[in-house]
């Protein structure tokens, strides 16, 4: 995982636990945010926010998806956010736009191929592969999108790697209405793996 990833999770530690206790977490680990460093090590820096702040895993990446879609992301592509306008367009974009940039001009950084494809006006269907398998943090950085948008959106996770799924795939929509029934039945008929993307050709963390 990149530097960049690291000096974000640092920061989200000192957020959830404070400067002293992020420093204890931290102390002895340098990571440039220049340099690439094996996902074990990343790992082992989520473990130890687990640990310290009593949260599950799943909760600890999704704080920290929040946080770095929010501050993170939003510092680093400020114009990609304020031409987007909304969480929908703004999904619907991040692959071409944002992900193939990263790959093109962050040496080191691999972030994962993403599939996201429109559910007419409710939403947009999101597949995911990775051999990092962060499905939960992918979770928090739509939530943290939204919340920047200042939009209510509901994610679902259809299928997960987790469950022996060959990819995760969620859907964003909005919350459903009574002028607005959002039937997700169409999807739970599906058998299971049925609705992941074939995998993507090319040097990538996601396949
Ligand atoms: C402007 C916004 C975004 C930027 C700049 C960005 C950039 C990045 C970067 C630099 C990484 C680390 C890759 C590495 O170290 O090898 C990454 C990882 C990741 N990104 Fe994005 N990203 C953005 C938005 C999103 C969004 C909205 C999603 C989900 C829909 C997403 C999903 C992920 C996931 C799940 C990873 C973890 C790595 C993995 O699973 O292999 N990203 N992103």
Redesign the pocket.
């Known amino acids: 995982?990149?530097g960049?990833?690291f000096a974000s999770l640092r920061d989200y530690t000192v957020l959830r636990l404070g400067e002293e206790r992020a420093v204890e977490l931290w102390a002895n680990r340098i990571f440039e945010t220049t340099e690439?460093y094996d996902d074990e090590r990343f790992s082992a820096q989520l473990e130890g926010l687990v640990v310290a702040s009593g949260d599950s895993m799943d909760e600890v990446q999704r704080g920290f998806?929040s946080f770095?879609?929010k501050s993170t992301?939003?510092g680093?592509?400020p114009g990609?956010?304020a031409e987007s306008t909304d969480t929908f367009t703004?999904?619907l974009g991040?692959e071409e736009k944002?992900?193939e940039l990263?790959r093109a001009t962050?040496a080191?950084?691999?972030?994962?191929k993403?599939h996201?494809q429109p559910l007419g006006e409710v939403g947009v269907l999101?597949s995911?592969t990775?051999?990092?398998?962060?499905?939960d943090?992918?979770v928090g950085?739509?939530l943290g999108?939204a919340e920047h948008y200042g939009e209510a959106i509901v994610v679902e996770e259809l299928q997960c790697m987790h469950l022996g799924d060959p990819g995760c795939v969620f859907t964003v929509m909005r919350p459903e209405t009574e002028e607005r029934p959002v039937t997700r039945s169409v999807f739970e008929r599906l058998p299971r793996g049925a609705l992941t993307s074939p995998a993507p050709a090319g040097r990538d963390?996601?396949t």
């Open positions: 995982m990149h960049l990833i690439a998806g770095a879609a992301f939003a680093l592509y990609y956010y703004f999904l991040i944002i992900h990263v962050i080191g950084a691999y972030p994962p993403l996201v999101v995911y990775s051999d990092r398998r962060l499905c943090l992918l950085l739509v999108t963390r996601g």
